[in-house]
């Protein structure tokens, strides 16, 4: 086992104490405090893990987040001669809005692995690719919507109509879902939670065959991570909103700017982990607070044994 791997229950603690926080919070309208909940309760849990960690990825600069920001140290073992020293990309709340009001696939999620091997993702959006091992070494972000589509009814051996691609619903995908419904496509929108996208399309038992369109950078780095672990394909693009992101951009990712980055890029080492638990029903099931336990629904994917677990997690209720 690698270090990183070694410490996978302690990951998988991180995202359900997230979860459970901002379960709390599901259907009150208040983004913001979810939000809250799960970055304390994530960050507090990180004390306790023997490694000396470092945010790759997290809820902004230092400025701009008391907790969770990127470079910040994390663990018990911080500066300790010997202790695994380990990156990690977090999303305590991926879809905000969804736990908001209650609606699926909100997730507590992240990705851990070696120190230096995820890419610090610029705060920009990214292009994204992604599908599972039958679809992997015949579609590219380069080849554009139409070619993939018909790569997969190719390899798929079935009609257009029964290639199944996932997208965010946004005003930016305009010419994207045409050239897609010009296909006979299906396409399915998703209001937030391209993560969850990315994975369900990378998944061969999925509801999807292709998850395509932008969404944020970061994200893409904690889905990279999960398909490396899942064989499947993964490639993005960095897409920007500003002359400002642009330039902040170039110091991050050495002038690369028109890369096209694939899972091994954003995630460079196979003793890494994605860890995921359940906020509101979709994905994975939502957690369950009841009157003296609480129920949580996880999933490990190792990608150096190429191995997916899920988890129901019942443990005594404490109330604060």
């Known amino acids: 086992?690698?270090?990183?791997?070694?410490?996978?229950?302690?990951?998988?603690?991180?995202?359900?104490?997230?979860?459970?926080?901002?379960?709390?919070?599901?259907?009150?309208?208040?983004?913001?405090?979810?939000?809250?909940?799960?970055?304390?309760a994530m960050r507090r849990t990180f004390d306790a893990v023997p490694f000396d960690g470092r945010v790759a990825?997290?809820?902004?600069?230092?400025?701009?987040?008391?907790?969770?920001?990127?470079?910040?140290?994390?663990?018990?073992?911080?500066g300790q001669e010997g202790a695994p020293k380990i990156d990690i990309a977090v999303d305590p709340l991926e879809c905000t809005n969804n736990c908001a009001d209650n609606t699926p696939n909100s997730i507590a999620v992240?990705?851990?692995?070696?120190?230096g091997t995820l890419l610090h993702a610029p705060d920009c959006y990214m292009d994204k690719l992604a599908t599972g091992p039958l679809l992997a070494d015949h579609v590219s972000l380069?080849?554009?919507?139409?070619?993939?589509?018909?790569?997969?009814?190719?390899?798929?051996?079935?009609?257009?109509?029964?290639?199944?691609?996932v997208a965010l619903d946004r005003e930016r995908h305009h010419d994207l879902f045409k050239e897609i419904r010009a296909t006979g496509a299906q396409?399915?929108?998703?209001?937030?939670?391209?993560?969850?996208?990315?994975?369900?399309?990378?998944?061969?038992?999925?509801?999807?065959?292709?998850?395509?369109?932008?969404?944020?950078?970061?994200?893409?780095?904690?889905?990279?991570?999960?398909i490396r672990g899942l064989g499947g394909l993964f490639e993005g693009r960095l897409v920007f909103r500003s002359d400002e992101e642009e330039a902040r951009a170039e110091?991050?990712?050495?002038?690369?700017?028109?890369?096209?980055?694939?899972?091994?890029?954003?995630c460079q080492s196979e003793d890494a982990i994605f860890?995921?638990?359940?906020?509101?029903?979709?994905?994975?099931?939502?957690?369950l607070i009841g009157e003296s336990t609480t129920t949580t629904f996880n999933e490990l994917i190792d990608v150096s044994r190429k191995t997916v677990i899920q988890?129901?997690?019942?443990?005594?209720r404490t109330v604060a």
Not at 142 to 152: F, H, M, P, R, V
Request: negative net charge; contains cysteine; aromatic residues 4%.
């Open 1 to 40: 086992m690698g270090m990183t791997t070694d410490l996978s229950h302690h990951f998988l603690e991180a995202v359900d104490q997230a979860a459970i926080a901002s379960a709390a919070w599901r259907g009150k309208g208040d983004k913001n405090a979810a939000d809250d909940a799960a970055v304390e």
């Open 57 to 78: 990825i997290g809820e902004g600069e230092r400025d701009e987040a008391p907790m969770l920001y990127i470079g910040e140290p994390l663990g018990s073992m911080i």
């Open 110 to 115: 992240l990705a851990a692995a070696p120190r």
């Open 142 to 165: 380069d080849g554009g919507a139409t070619y993939n589509i018909e790569q997969a009814m190719h390899v798929l051996d079935c009609n257009a109509e029964d290639v199944r691609i």
């Open 187 to 226: 396409l399915h929108l998703m209001g937030d939670g391209d993560v969850s996208g990315a994975i369900w399309a990378a998944k061969t038992d999925g509801p999807y065959d292709m998850l395509m369109g932008i969404g944020a950078a970061p994200e893409g780095v904690i889905s990279a991570t999960a």
């Open 251 to 266: 110091t991050m990712v050495n002038d690369d700017l028109t890369r096209l980055w694939k899972a091994h890029d954003l």
């Open 275 to 287: 860890a995921a638990s359940g906020v509101c029903d979709g994905y994975l099931p939502g957690a």
């Open 311 to 316: 988890n129901e997690e019942v443990r005594p």
